[in-house]
C-alpha cells in the first residue's frame, strides 16, 4: 500500500512539473509572437520613414515627429524638404486644409537653403490666398530652386494682386534661384521685365516653361526667353504668344530640339478677337528642327473664328476642340494635319461627321486615340473609319449618342463589328442616369 502511495505521489510530482514546464514553453513562444506582431517603431530605418513622411501633409507630417526622437530626426533631415508644396486658402471661404502660417514660418526658417522643387496651390479663390503666396516667395532668398509651380485651382487669384506686388516676390525667386529648370505660371501678371530677370539668372537652365494665360507677356517678351534660353525643351503658351519670330528662334542652330509644344488658342468674347496667321515656312522650319516635337493645340473658340487655322499644312500632333467646331472646320483637318497622333471633339452639331471622319483616316495615318462628344456619326462611316484605322487605334471613345443606327448597323450589332476591327473588345461610353 505504501509503494502504490508513493508511486502516485511520485506521478503527480512528474504530472506538474511537466505541466509548468509547458506553461513555461507556451509564454516564451507568446512574447516571441508579440514581439513579431508589435514591432518597435522607434527603430525603423530612417529611409522608410523618410518615405513614409514625404507623402504626409504637413501638419501630419509635423504631429508624427512628437512620436520619439527618430522620428523628429527624420523631420529635420534635408531630403525630406527638397520637395513641397504649400496649400494656401482661407478657413472662412474654404472647407479645404491649408498649411498652417506658424508651420510655414518654421520651414523657411530652418528648411528655405534644402528647398529646391516647390509649388504653391491656391484652392480657393480669395485675394489673401495669393497674398499669402506672394508672401512666402519674397522670403525664399537662400534657396536655390530648380521647379517652381504656382497653381490656382479657382478663378481669379494670383491676377486679382497688385502686380508690382506679385512681380516684387516673383523676380526674388528668378534672381536667387540661378538653377531653375522648370516654371509654371499660368494665370499670373508676369509681364516682360520679369521674364528678362529669369533669363539673365537662368538661362542655362531652363529647360520647361509653362505659362498660358499671362496678358500682361507680349511675343516680344517669349521670344526673348527662346532667344536665351536655347536648353528649353518644354514650352507652352497661349496663341497669341506665338509668332514667326519665335517659331524661327525655337529653330536655330544653337537651340536644343523642343519636345513638347502646346498652344492654347483662347477666345472669350466672340467676334471680338482676331487670330492672326503663323506662315507655313515658319512651321516647316520648326519640323525641320524638332522632328518629334508634339505640338498640342487646344481650341476654345466659336465656329466664326476659325477662318485663320487649318489653311495649310501644319504639325500639330494633338488636337482638341473644347467648343463646338464646324463639319467644314474638321474636314481641313483631315487635309491640313497629317501628323495628327489625337483628335478630341467635344461638340459638333447636328450634322453628321461621315465623310470627315473618312477623310481623318485617310489622311492622318498616325492617328491613334480618337474622342467624340455631342456629335452624330452614322454607324456604317463609324465602322469604315475603325476598319481603315485598324489596331492602332490604342484610345478609342464615343458616346453611345453620337452614333446613328442606319440600314446596315444597330446599336446591338456596332460593338461586334468594331470589336473585330480593332482585335479587342470594344463598347461605347454610356451617359450615366443619376
Not at 499671362?214 to 497669341?240: F, K, M, T, W
Request: glycine share 4%; with cysteine.
Amino acid at each position: 500500500m505504501k509503494r502504490g502511495r508513493k508511486t502516485n505521489e511520485a506521478n503527480s510530482s512528474s504530472s506538474e512539473e511537466t505541466t509548468e514546464k509547458e506553461s513555461k514553453r507556451h509564454k516564451v513562444i507568446d512574447e516571441k509572437t508579440i514581439a513579431v506582431r508589435s514591432p518597435d517603431w522607434a527603430n525603423l530605418l530612417q529611409d522608410i520613414i523618410l518615405q513614409v513622411f514625404q507623402y504626409l501633409p504637413l501638419l501630419d507630417r509635423a504631429h508624427a515627429s512628437q512620436v520619439c526622437r527618430s522620428w523628429n530626426q527624420v523631420f529635420h533631415m534635408p531630403d525630406l524638404w527638397r520637395c513641397f508644396e504649400f496649400e494656401l486658402n482661407q478657413p472662412a471661404t474654404s472647407y479645404l486644409r491649408a498649411t498652417h502660417p506658424e508651420l510655414i514660418k518654421q520651414i523657411i526658417k530652418r528648411h528655405s537653403n534644402h528647398l529646391q522643387y516647390v509649388s504653391f496651390k491656391v484652392v480657393d479663390s480669395s485675394k489673401e490666398s495669393a497674398e499669402a503666396a506672394c508672401d512666402i516667395l519674397s522670403q525664399l532668398v537662400n534657396c536655390s530652386l530648380k521647379t517652381l509651380g504656382l497653381i490656382s485651382t479657382a478663378r481669379p487669384s494670383f491676377m486679382d494682386l497688385p502686380k508690382s506686388h506679385f512681380i516684387s516676390a516673383l523676380t526674388v525667386v528668378f534672381v536667387n534661384s540661378k538653377s531653375l529648370s522648370s516654371l509654371k505660371i499660368d494665370d499670373t501678371p508676369v509681364d516682360d521685365p520679369s521674364l528678362k530677370v529669369l533669363v539673365a539668372n537662368n538661362s542655362d537652365t531652363l529647360k520647361l516653361l509653362k505659362m498660358s494665360s499671362c496678358p500682361h507677356v507680349s511675343p516680344a517678351g517669349i521670344l526673348c526667353v527662346a532667344d536665351q534660353c536655347h536648353g528649353l525643351r518644354e514650352l507652352a503658351l497661349n496663341y497669341h504668344l506665338l509668332s514667326d519670330e519665335l517659331l524661327l528662334a525655337l529653330s536655330s542652330e544653337k537651340h536644343v530640339r523642343l519636345e513638347h509644344l502646346r498652344i492654347d488658342v483662347v477666345s472669350e468674347n466672340p467676334g471680338q478677337t482676331q487670330f492672326h496667321t503663323i506662315q507655313k515656312s515658319s512651321w516647316d522650319a520648326f519640323i525641320k528642327h524638332s522632328p518629334k516635337v508634339n505640338l498640342v493645340m487646344y481650341f476654345f473658340l466659336y465656329e466664326e473664328e476659325f477662318d485663320p487655322f487649318f489653311r495649310y499644312e501644319i504639325p500639330v500632333t494633338h488636337l482638341y476642340f473644347g467648343r463646338s467646331v464646324s463639319k467644314d472646320v474638321l474636314g481641313r483637318v483631315g487635309m491640313t494635319c497629317p501628323r495628327l497622333v489625337e483628335l478630341v471633339v467635344c461638340a459638333n452639331g447636328l450634322r453628321p461627321l461621315d465623310e470627315e471622319l473618312i477623310r481623318i483616316a485617310e489622311r492622318c495615318k498616325y492617328l491613334s486615340a480618337v474622342g467624340l462628344g455631342e456629335c452624330e456619326v452614322s454607324c456604317s462611316a463609324f465602322v469604315e473609319f475603325v476598319k481603315m484605322c485598324g489596331g492602332r487605334l490604342s484610345q478609342l471613345s464615343i458616346m453611345e449618342e453620337v452614333l446613328i443606327p442606319d440600314q446596315k448597323y444597330s446599336l446591338e450589332q456596332i460593338h461586334w463589328e468594331v470589336s473585330k476591327h480593332l482585335g479587342r473588345v470594344w463598347f461605347p461610353d454610356m451617359m450615366p442616369t443619376w
